[in-house]
């Protein structure tokens, strides 16, 4: 009996990521995220200010909107909707990593269901998919906030919630899930894959993610510049439209070629792609530490 209930629990192998691995991953990120956007907030503010701009020419610069910026305003004004930045950033981008990690977990190291590529690129859209549902209203706040519609965070949530109710907090959901799948699957297949670089080496060091970060980072952010000035656009757009309209989400990329030419896709890309290099290379460096750090600790507890 013995024997056969030892046959039983092999061929029904545990498939499920250790509780402890999980909390490693959420905790570390969630870490890894606070600092990063704290770092980079001024950047992104920049970044957004010029794709939600009709007066900027195409190729505005990033130090010019940074100096126009200083000249009218207190500098603090560039850290304006950072609260928002975190209340959505933190536990989406933890929830995006530790869905990733456990995806991966299972469908590459547990039961080899998938090839790598196609494992990593399916956990991370899995992962962005999880947490687009806490991710998008913050967004939509920090952004407004950014583009100088609203003064405060209390003011920008009272003006959606008066003049388009909850739905107002989900404007450009399908644009930003349309851009936030792509750049999961282009950074996470263009990191994972980055490893051959340094597989030779015994231990990776902190050097060595932040080329991997940044390189994932530099290529997934330009390819899906894009799909980030048209998320851009609906979300900072004031009328009242059906906000999760596919239609609508069409309407906005005719319009902006039509009437600002086919470059306006490629507005900003310069800010945005300069922040998600050392934004991707920030986080990796600070997410990986954070996880060894955490890993060593917790199973010096353990003994």
Sequence with gaps: ??????????????????????????????????????????????????????????????????????KKENPVALFRGLPAAWLGSIPAQSLYISTYESCKYLFLEKTHFLPKNMGIALSAAIGDSVAG?????????????????DPSMSKAISHIFQTQGLKGFYRGYIAQVSRDIPYAIVLFLTYE???????????????????????????????????????????THSGDVAV????????????????EGWRSLWRGAGPRVSYKICSSALFFVCFEFLRSTIHFHHNDLRK
């Design 1 to 70: 009996m013995a024997t056969l209930s030892k046959a039983t629990e092999t061929s029904k192998p545990n498939t499920t990521m250790p509780f402890f691995k999980v909390s490693e991953n959420f905790l570390s990120s969630a870490l890894a995220t606070m600092i990063t956007k704290a770092i980079l907030q001024p950047v992104d503010t920049c970044k957004t200010r010029a794709q939600s701009s009709r007066k900027l020419g195409f190729r505005v610069r990033f130090i010019d909107i940074l100096v126009d910026a200083l």
């Design 133 to 149: 549902f806490i991710r998008v209203p913050p967004e939509t706040i920090k952004q407004r906030l950014q583009a100088g519609l």
């Design 193 to 235: 894959n980055a490893k051959l670089l340094f597989s030779n080496r015994r231990r990776m060091k902190a050097r060595d993610n932040l080329i991997r970060g940044a390189l994932a980072g530099g290529v997934a952010s330009f390819l899906t510049t894009p799909l980030d000035v048209v998320k851009t656009r609906i979300m």
């Design 244 to 259: 999760s309209s596919f239609r609508f989400w069409l309407g906005t990329v005719h319009r902006l070629v039509r009437e």
